[in-house]
């Protein structure tokens, strides 16, 4: 299934910028739809965006709709979210995942992924 190393988290004021990466080792990353998801103290992981492996498809969480940019660079094995406008209730472990599903429609569900990144800590203080 290969390794997904995830970096870029920190802390961060509140409206600031951070960058998450997340590098493949082991798959063809161009056969592999890439995504993000986070886990709040207290909370079940969600979903927060998905780009399919082809066809420039992304979907995003409404929360982060306009705000997060997911994008990847099949040439560094690399998916990349860009988060902007950081808000308070954005804190959590920032986790990225692998899918081989075809099933581009489910990717926002955790249980499409079968290889899991070791998260990242994001803050953003108020």
């Known amino acids: 299934q290969g390794q997904l190393v995830e970096s870029g988290g920190g802390l961060v004021q509140a409206g600031g910028s951070l960058r998450l990466s997340c590098t493949s080792a082991?798959?063809?990353?161009?056969?592999?739809?890439m995504g993000w998801f986070r886990q709040a103290p207290g909370k079940e992981r969600e979903f927060v965006a998905t780009?399919?492996?082809?066809?420039?498809?992304?979907y995003y969480a409404d929360s982060v709709k306009g705000r997060f940019t997911i994008s990847r660079d099949n040439s560094k094995n690399t998916v990349y979210l860009q988060m902007n406008s950081l808000k308070p209730e954005d804190t959590a472990v920032y986790y990225c995942?692998?899918?081989?599903?075809?099933?581009?429609?489910?990717?926002?569900?955790?249980?499409?992924?079968?290889?899991w990144g070791q998260g990242t800590q994001v803050t953003v203080s108020s």
């Open positions: 995942a692998a899918s081989e599903s075809s099933r581009y429609w489910s990717l926002r569900s955790e249980n499409e992924y079968d290889n």
């Open positions: 082991g798959r063809t990353f161009s056969s592999i739809s």
């Open positions: 780009r399919a492996r082809s066809g420039g498809i992304t």
